[in-house]
C-alpha cells in the first residue's frame, strides 16, 4: 500500500499556528485524566474530533474493575487478567496498573463521580473472566456517562486547559525525528498547525473498520493510522477483541448488551431455545470473551441462524430493570421487554488490544509523541483484554502520560522556532463514492478477519484492501470522511497483515487453519512500522526484532 506522508497539503510559512506546552488528541478517558495531569502553569490544548460526549469511553456499560473489597487481593486481580491474555500479558505493567486502580478510582470520587451504593459502600458487580465482584459501575449500565460527566466538568474548570470540539487531527507534525505537534482542522476549512512541546495520543480505537460494533462512529483508527504514517511503531494489530452480545435487529444501529448482564445470570439461548455456552466452557456465560465469542459464532454455525439470544426471564424483574435501565430503553424501541423476551445478540468489535507501542510511562517509539488508552498496546491485556480493565488503563496510563509529558514539556525552551514544512497538492481527478468504499470495507473485514479468520481469507482481505487502496491512498479529499476512509483503510491494512502473520490462535486471534496456540513460536508480539525521515516517508519492511519476544511484520506499503 504507497502510504502519502500528510493527507492534505499545508506551507508552515502561510498557514494558521497555534502553540501549546502539551497537545492531547483525544477527549475521552484517557486523554482528559493526561490534562488533567499536566501541571497548572503549563497550556494544554485538548482536540476531540467530535464532542466531548462523543467517544468510547461514554458509552462503556460495565465499569472499572479495581480491588476495592477487602476480601479481594491485588493477586487474584492480577491471574485472572493474566489467565484472560492469552500468556501474552507483561506481568509487570498487568501488577503496576492493577495496584494502582483503587487510587484512580478514589480519585474519579473525588472529582465527583457518583458510583452506585448499597447500604453506604460501593457496589461491585462481577463480569466474566473475573473470579470475584470487583466491577465498579454507574446509574447501573451508564458507567461511562456518569464518569465522563465527572471528568469532563473538572477538565472544562480548569485555566489552563483549552478544548477544541469538532476539530479533526488530520496528521503529526514531524521534523528531524521528533513530533512537534500535528496539523488540525478546527473550523473545517483552514488546516491549523498546532506546535507543542510535547504531544498526547488518545484517540481511541478502531471499531468502524468492522461492519458490526460496538463502537460509536467516531472511532475510525484515526490514531493509529496517523501514528503510522509518522514512523511510530504500531504492535499486535491482529488483536481485535469481539464483544459477545451487540443487539442484532435488521436495520438499526448496533448496541452493546453489557457483560454484566451475563454476570448478573442471564442466559445465551440458540434459536431453538437450548442453553450452549455450558457445552464449550465450564464457566458458561462467564468465560473471557474470546471463549464467549467463538462459541456463539459456532453455535450460530450449527443452527445455521444469524444470531443467538440473551435471556433474562429467569431474574428477577425489579433487579433487572433497576440494573439495566439503559439496556431496557433500547431494547424497548424495538418492542423487546428485557425481563421476559429474548434478546437477539451476536458479536461485534468492541476493542483494539493492539496499537501503539508503548511503555510503562505512556512514551512511544517518536520523541516528543506520548500515547495512553485504547490507541495504544500496554501490555496489560495480552492477547484478550478482561472486562472492564479498559476504562481503568486509559486512568492509569493517562496519569502517567500526562504527567510524564508534562515533565518533558518543562524541559523544552520556552521560545519554538517554527521550522518551514511544505506538502505540495497531489494531482486527484478521479472521484468515487467514499461511502460505498467504506461500507465494501466494513463487510469484507467482518466476513474475512473477524472472530475466525484463515489464510484463504485474510489474503483475500489483504487483496481487496489494497484494490482500494490504489486508488483511494493516493487522492487528496478535502473532507473529513475522505480521510477517514484513508485510515480505515490503513488501519484494516495493518489488522488484516498481523493476522496473516501470526500463524496459531490465541485469545482474541483465532485462526481455524492453526487453531491452538503455539508457545514455542508464537509467545510474542508483532510490530510493524514505517520509517520517517523529517517528514518525507522512506518505507521498509523492519526486518529482525529488536527486543526478544518480538517479531516485526512487513509494513503495509
Known sequence: MITPRYLLPFDSTRAVHRFA??????????????????????????????QLRESNSVYAQGGIAGVLDPDDCFE???????????????Q??????????????????????????????????????????????????ATGQEVMRAVIKRTRERDNIDIWENAFTVDLLTYEGRCRGAVILNDGQQPIMVWAKETILCTGGAGQVFRESTNPSVATGDGSALAYRAGVELRDMEFIQFHPTVLYIAGASR????????????????????????NYDERAELAPRDVVSQSIIRQMTKTRHSNVFLDLSHLDTDHVMMRFPGIAKACSKFGLDITSDRIPVRPGAHYVIGGVSVDRQGRTSLPGLWAAGEVTSTGLHGAN??????????????????????????????????????HPV??????FDVADVRVSLKSLMGRLAGVERDAEGLQEAS??????????????????????????????????????????????????????????NWRRHLSMKIDVDGGHPRVEPILQAEEPGEVSVSAPR
Open 255 to 278: 448496541s452493546l448488551i453489557t457483560e454484566a448482564v451475563r454476570g448478573e445470570g442471564a442466559h445465551l439461548i440458540d434459536c431453538n431455545g437450548e442453553r450452549f455456552m455450558p
Open 21 to 50: 506546552d502539551v497537545l492531547v488528541i483525544g477527549g475521552g478517558l484517557a486523554g482528559l485524566r493526561a490534562a488533567n495531569a499536566v501541571e497548572p502553569n503549563q497550556s494544554v490544548l485538548v482536540v476531540t474530533k467530535d
Open 385 to 422: 483484554r478482561l472486562a472492564s480493565n479498559s476504562l481503568l488503563e486509559g486512568l492509569v496510563y493517562g496519569a502517567h502520560a500526562g504527567e510524564a509529558a508534562a515533565r518533558a514539556a518543562a524541559e523544552v525552551p520556552t521560545n519554538m522556532v517554527v521550522p518551514r514544512i511544505q
Open 92 to 141: 509487570t505493567i498487568v501488577d503496576m496498573v492493577i495496584r494502582e486502580g483503587p487510587r484512580r478510582i478514589e480519585e474519579l470520587i473525588r472529582w465527583g463521580t457518583k458510583f452506585d451504593q448499597s447500604d453506604g459502600e460501593i457496589s461491585l458487580g462481577r463480569e466474566g473472566g473475573h473470579s470475584r465482584e470487583r466491577i465498579v459501575h454507574a446509574r447501573g449500565d
Open 426 to 431: 497531489r494531482d486527484s481527478y478521479e472521484s
Open 76 to 90: 487474584s486481580h492480577v491471574a485472572d487478567t493474566l489467565a484472560a491474555g492469552g500468556n501474552l500479558c507483561d
Open 463 to 520: 487483496d481487496s484492501i489494497r484494490s482500494f487502496a490504489a486508488y483511494v491512498m493516493p487522492h487528496q479529499f478535502d473532507g473529513v470522511e475522505g480521510w477517514e476512509l484513508q485510515n480505515l483503510l490503513l488501519t484494516a491494512s495493518c489488522i488484516v497483515e498481523a493476522a496473516l502473520v501470526r500463524a496459531e490462535s490465541r485469545g482474541v486471534h483465532f485462526r481455524s487453519d492453526f487453531p491452538k496456540p503455539d508457545d514455542q
